[in-house]
């Protein structure tokens, strides 16, 4: 791959194949989420987070084959928050159990957010692990994940998502 790489541009045409919600529920929460393209063309994630039941995240995941990321440091993407902030999370296997996170904060309209890979640090359920931040080497799934500690309803559009 070149050093700036389009992973996802989304437009009406978009396949959410091997895109889906994991919410609380798996454990007995209330949150719930959608992810779907919007008659602009772009990816919406939204839903309600509920504390009710011990709850408190949605979430979005894409697991695909295992790109090589050697040639990457940055991964920016075009969006449109709601004034909430969000977790974006990446796996170099989906087998592995942690991910790395990377908190980042929108501002009610279009916006580029630039995550370096190397700030992206390992975290399993809610915390944080003593294991070294994200090699970058390889990836397999990449997410967004909301949980602020309190309920509230979100809407995340995505436009595109780049490799730099």
Do not use: C
Not at 39 to 57: K, T, Y
Not at 122 to 141: D, F, H, K, M, V
């Amino acid at each position: 791959m070149n050093a700036d790489f389009v992973f996802v541009d989304f437009s009406n045409e978009s396949s959410l194949e091997n895109w889906y919600t994991v919410d609380d529920v798996v454990m007995g929460g209330r949150s719930n989420s959608t992810f779907e393209i919007s008659e602009q063309g772009h990816a919406v994630f939204s839903g309600i987070v509920s504390l009710d039941n011990n709850g408190g995240f949605a979430s979005l995941r894409h697991v695909f084959q295992q790109l090589d990321m050697g040639s990457f440091q940055t991964i920016a993407i075009r969006l449109k928050g709601d004034g909430l902030r969000y977790q974006f999370r990446v796996k170099s296997s989906r087998n592995e159990r942690h991910s790395y996170i990377y908190y980042f904060d929108t501002s009610g309209s279009w916006q580029w957010i630039e995550i370096p890979l190397s700030e992206m640090y390992p975290s399993w359920r809610g915390s944080r692990l003593t294991y070294p931040n994200y090699p970058a080497e390889t990836l397999e799934e990449i997410g967004i994940l909301i949980g602020n500690n309190k309920p509230e309803a979100f809407k995340l559009e995505i436009d595109k998502i780049r490799f730099k």
